[in-house]
């Protein structure tokens, strides 16, 4: 099986310390300095998360730009595409855990892929991502999804500088953070040029302040990638 059949198998790729090891230090700083109470946010945010304002900060577009997950991003979208959104995420001590979920493609399946950056090391104490591998393609006729079943769930567990990219139909959730450490990450959306005109229609609902006219081509970036452990 090619890298490039695994990913679109699995809905998914874990791209270990693909964020400079030298950059990580600013990074969490840029975090912590851009948190914002749910009440300073247009929409409320969850109460046992912390969110982070963030998006205009030159290092976190940096992360966003890395060739690999561009490459990735392009694959799973299969056509021109643009960044939409970061924002920062992180679990509050005694928060975090969500339902299994999906948060759903908006015009065909594809059309938008996430990355999650990790800054800090994550796993199963702090709140670390579940996803369960291949969910975002069901096989014709096959029942709904039980979105209560976690049997077919993986928690994901690695370091700080790893990036999740993934598509947006794949089930996955946060955990709960039952430790209280820090587990920084910034969450990544690419969407498809052809929802760029609904993106702008929700940006100040959204609180995107970076600017959006960049636009990315799946072939710029190729596929050399390792299949996801």
């Not at 970061?86 to 996430?114: C, F, K, N, T, Y």
């Not at 994550?122 to 096959?142: C, D, F, K, L, M």
């Not at 995107?208 to 636009?215: C, G, H, L, P, Y």
Request: proline share 7%.
């Amino acid at each position: 099986m090619t890298d490039r059949d695994q990913l679109h198998r699995n809905g998914y790729a874990l791209l270990r310390q693909a964020i400079p090891t030298e950059w990580l230090e600013d990074l969490r700083a840029v975090f912590d300095a851009g948190v914002r109470p749910s009440d300073q946010w247009p929409v409320p945010r969850g109460m046992d998360w912390r969110h982070s304002l963030l998006d205009d900060d030159a290092k976190v577009q940096a992360v966003c730009r890395l060739p690999q997950v561009l490459a990735v991003a392009g694959e799973l979208i299969e056509e021109r595409f643009f960044l939409s959104q970061v924002e920062g995420r992180e679990p509050l001590a005694g928060g975090g855990r969500q339902p299994l979920h999906r948060d759903l493609s908006a015009q065909r399946p594809g059309d938008i892929a996430m990355a999650l950056a990790f800054f800090d090391d994550y796993g199963p104490e702090n709140g670390a991502t579940r996803i369960v591998p291949g969910s975002h393609r069901p096989e014709p006729g096959a029942p709904p999804f039980d979105f209560t079943n976690e049997s077919r769930s993986v928690q994901l567990s690695g370091c700080a500088g790893d990036i999740l990219v993934f598509d947006v139909d794949l089930v996955h959730a946060g955990s709960l953070n039952s430790v209280g450490s820090r587990r920084r990450s910034i969450l990544i959306s690419y969407f498809s040029e052809q929802l760029y005109a609904s993106h702008l229609e929700t940006v100040g609902l959204r609180n995107v302040r970076m600017a959006t006219s960049e636009r990315f081509e799946p072939l710029d970036f190729g596929f050399g990638l390792r299949s996801p452990r």
